[in-house]
Nanobody, 118 residues
């Protein structure tokens, strides 16, 4: 059974920081490209950061320079360090795994709420 379990969300003031974690089980972590998505109230889910199985990283323009994605293959975990948080960063953050060859093999976490107050 595949599980992606996110943690680290919460309420923070603007300018603050949070670190999200996503622990994955039930798959061979090294075969998966990992990503974080965000869904703000009333909006579609959007890709904000990704890290490939070989370490290639991409960010959405809205978080570039403020967020850092990383993965620890020994711990089967992906992280998202979020600094200089703004109220527009509020939303539910989801961890996503996609097999590097079999694109139909994708998995989602349950999401973790991040709320940034003014």
């Amino acid at each position: 059974q595949v599980q992606l379990v996110e943690s680290g969300g919460g309420l923070v003031q603007a300018g603050g920081s949070l670190r999200l974690s996503c622990v994955i089980s039930g798959i061979i972590f090294g075969n998966y490209n990992m990503a974080w998505y965000r869904q703000a109230p009333g909006n579609q889910r959007e890709l904000i950061a990704s890290v490939g199985r070989i370490g290639n990283i991409n960010y959405a323009d809205s978080v570039k320079g403020r967020f850092t994605i990383s993965r620890d293959n020994a711990m089967d975990t992906v992280f998202l360090q979020m600094n200089s948080l703004q109220p527009t960063d509020t939303g539910v953050y989801y961890c996503h795994a996609k097999h590097f060859l079999l694109s139909s093999n994708t998995y989602w976490g349950q999401g973790t709420q991040v709320t940034v107050s003014v």
